[in-house]
Nanobody
Framework: VQLQASGGGLVQAGGSLRLSCAAS????????LGWFRQAPGEEREFVIA????????YYADSVKGRFAISRDNAKNTVYLQMNSLKPEDTAVYYC???????????????????WGQGTLVTVSS
């Protein structure tokens, strides 16, 4: 099982990036999906998540209205669209997948079964 995140890079404040996370060895349409991030010297924090059915999306307050999550089941890929980026969005971003049967919080890192390797996003001021 592998989640391969990509799409990170350097962007100016106010710009946009789209991160991708391609899966192999598991079918993402069968999982709830999330993105987390970790800034230097900080703990990994929740960014956004979507339920298995796609009926509900959870947001960190800091990204609400700016970030969106989506999936392409045909490509077995989940995306993170980031708009209006700010320097405080600078971090390594990780995609994650969890069983749709979990009822625990979407916000906790411990409630995800699979993790990607991370991709670095740097937002310059």
């Amino acid at each position: 099982v592998q989640l391969q995140a990509s799409g990170g890079g350097l962007v100016q404040a106010g710009g946009s990036l789209r991160l991708s996370c391609a899966a192999s060895g598991l079918t993402l349409s069968n999982y709830a999906l999330g993105w987390f991030r970790q800034a230097p010297g900080e703990e990994r924090e929740f960014v956004i998540a979507i339920t298995w059915s796609g009926s509900t999306t959870y947001y960190a307050d800091s990204v609400k209205g700016r970030f969106a999550i989506s999936r392409d089941n045909a490509k077995n890929t989940v995306y993170l669209q980031m708009n209006s980026l700010k320097p405080e969005d600078t971090a390594v971003y990780y995609c994650a997948a969890r069983s749709p049967h979990y009822t625990d919080s979407f916000y906790a890192t411990g409630n995800y079964n699979y993790w990607g390797q991370g991709t670095l996003v740097t937002v310059s001021s």
